[in-house]
């Protein structure tokens, strides 16, 4: 038979091992809800417009050019392009800068292909939008917003 005492001994060990998970438990618990509220220091909507940049318009890779599109002639089309607010935003286009949104409204010459919009360096999140373009092209659409966070994002023009 076993004592009464160790019975008791038994007993109180096990609630204080219980006790012990618990606040392991509690505190894993509240270092994960300060996570998730630092992260929610950031704008919510901010986060939505940039994800669902990416869904809407994600960055393509666009293999080399065939020798075929290279003998076409150069057609150059006109964009206007806004942002808000007004940034440094570089617009580049084969590897050249071909206009900067500082003055927040641009109008471009641009060619068929990818441009990039270049907003590293910039803290603050952007808005790009075409505001009018040549009747004749396909892409970009007229009044796609791209949004930047620092970071490049494309835009095809396509006749």
Known sequence: MRRR???????????????RRI?????LASVLLLF?????????LDFYMSVSAKVEAPPLELPGLANSELEQ????????LKATPAAPIR???????????AKGEQQ?????????LDGIGIPQTIRVQV?????????????????????????????
Do not use: C, F, H, Y
């Not at 606040?23 to 505190?27: A, E, L, N, P, S």
């Not at 617009?91 to 949104?101: E, P, S």
């Open 5 to 19: 005492g160790s019975l008791l001994e038994w007993l109180w060990n096990t609630v204080q091992r219980g006790e």
């Open 23 to 27: 606040i392991r438990v509690m505190v």
């Open 36 to 44: 998730m509220q630092l992260s929610a220091i950031r704008d919510p």
């Open 73 to 80: 002639s150069v057609k150059t089309w006109q964009i206007t």
């Open 91 to 101: 617009v580049v286009q084969n590897g050249t800068v071909i206009a900067n949104l």
């Open 108 to 116: 471009i010459a641009v060619q068929s292909g990818q441009i990039q």
């Open 131 to 159: 505001i009018k373009k040549d009747t004749q092209l396909l892409e970009p659409r007229q009044n796609q917003i791209m949004i930047l966070q620092g970071n490049i994002q494309n835009l095809i023009v396509k006749p």
